[in-house]
């Protein structure tokens, strides 16, 4: 299964819409997600467009819309593979712990969360923990990223820069 991972658009904050060419090489994923921070919910009507399969989380600057639709956790079983997803909140430099504390009791393989907009693949006592990044702001990043993974036997992960 490939799944391609997105967070923290802001859309049309920071920009007006999700990057054409960031869509077309989503095209063909057997899952979306997006990790908060989309700003409003027709953001999800163009990654649907190419992947029905949308798992979506609400962020800490969504409008009312989007928090009142989206839920602040989720866990995804995909196949052997259980995967929590948050946006996250407080500080960049904790963000890890917090998410943590988040899945603490939900026995997860994968943590997806954004907030820092600062990409992140690494793997911490047998859980990988993944942020892709920001596709429109690199306010706290050194580039724009998204994000896939692969799940098969193993976890694959990375990041890619637009």
């Not at 919910?41 to 190419?50: E, F, G, H, Q, Y």
């Amino acid at each position: 299964m490939r799944i391609g991972v997105i967070s923290d658009t802001h859309i049309p904050i920071q920009a007006k819409e999700i990057p054409e060419r960031v869509l077309q090489s989503l095209k063909g994923m057997d899952m979306l997600i997006h990790a908060g921070d989309l700003i409003r919910l027709n953001v999800l009507d163009s990654l649907k467009s190419i992947c029905p399969n949308l798992k979506a989380v609400r962020g800490n600057m969504d409008a009312s819309e989007v928090i009142n639709s989206l839920p602040e956790k989720e866990i995804i079983k995909t196949g052997k593979h259980r995967i929590g997803l948050t946006h996250g909140r407080g500080s960049p430099a904790s963000l890890i712990k917090t998410v943590s504390e988040i899945f603490k009791n939900d026995n997860v393989d994968i943590i997806i969360f954004g907030h820092s907009h600062f990409p992140v693949n690494e793997r911490r006592e047998g859980i990988l923990y993944f942020n892709p990044g920001s596709l429109t702001d690199t306010i706290f990043a050194p580039f724009n990223s998204y994000g896939i993974i692969e799940l098969n036997d193993e976890i694959k992960a990375e990041i890619v820069r637009i």
